[in-house]
């Protein structure tokens, strides 16, 4: 069961990457079932982590098979910084950088800073996004973020090849409405062509508060799916409790109830 969490201070993080490629974060068994959750690698190439801290400054260094390629310049955090892989592709990886100590009600977590390092020109991009990233588009094309405006909860496609003429720091993006049904959203996930997109919503039934649905294992989750192309969206599935969307088989989105769920 997902419960109030923060997450740990990890000051030095070790992530090996072995053998690659990216078609790569998609694999496609006999069965058709094709999957994007877990890292894809760049040849047999292992990527470290260092932080380097003095009164003013916070860096991660970014080590690839023991050789510094990268720094990432932070403002100091009050608890330190989480910092993984989020993704990878054939030459370039994708490292999240999230400030811990967060608190709340947190069912669905992403990456909160993002940054792409070119593994063969050792660049470095910060991409801009609302909220808290969950999934790039195999063709690295696409962002998926969840965040709340004014109005509700939203899901941002951001198309990384485009800047908004309004907002020159951000990708353009399309912009999908959760229900206001539902408190929480997040999991999405792009399909292996990018044209559809799945993600997760819960929701606490109408007599319960959501803390109370929470601690009974009452919460309620709907899976729903975008076409992209099309710029609609329908409920694919409803599950008691928690889900969680492990990839893609024949056009559908494949998701796990959590074990503890009733």
């Known amino acids: 069961m997902k419960k109030l969490t923060a997450i740990l201070v990890i000051l030095f993080t070790f992530v090996a990457l072995n053998g690659c490629k990216k078609d790569g974060a998609t694999q496609v068994d006999d069965n058709g079932w094709a999957t994007d959750r877990g890292a894809t690698v760049f040849g047999d190439a292992n990527i470290t982590f260092e932080n380097t801290q003095t009164d003013d400054s916070y860096v991660i260094s970014v080590l690839m098979d023991g050789e510094k390629i990268a720094d990432l310049n932070q403002t100091w955090p009050a608890d330190g910084y989480d910092v993984s892989i989020f993704e990878s592709q054939e030459d370039a990886v994708y490292i999240a950088v999230n400030p811990t100590g967060l608190g709340g009600f947190i069912l669905y977590t992403g990456a909160q800073n993002l940054y792409r390092v070119d593994l063969v020109t050792t660049s470095v991009e910060k991409l801009n996004f609302e909220g808290f990233a ?63 997109l799945a993600y ?47 990839g893609w088989s024949y056009g559908n989105p494949v998701y796990e109830v959590e074990k503890d769920a009733k």
């Not at 004014?150 to 907002?167: F, H, R």
């Not at 999908?176 to 044209?195: C, H, I, M, N, R």
């Open 134 to 196: 969950t999934d790039i588009s195999d063709d690295g094309a696409s962002l998926v973020s969840f965040y709340q405006d004014e109005t509700g909860l939203k899901v941002g496609v951001y198309d990384l090849s485009k800047n908004s003429p309004e907002l020159p720091n951000l990708p353009t993006k399309k912009v999908y409405t959760v229900s206001s049904d539902f408190f929480q959203a997040g999991e999405g996930l792009f399909s292996p062509d990018g044209k559809y």
């Open 200 to 246: 997760a919503s819960t929701m606490a039934p109408a007599d319960m508060g959501y803390e109370t649905a929470n601690t009974t294992n009452d919460l309620i989750t709907a899976i729903f799916v975008i076409d992209l192309t099309k710029g609609t969206q329908v409920e694919f599935a409803r599950e008691d409790y928690m889900v969680n969307i492990e």
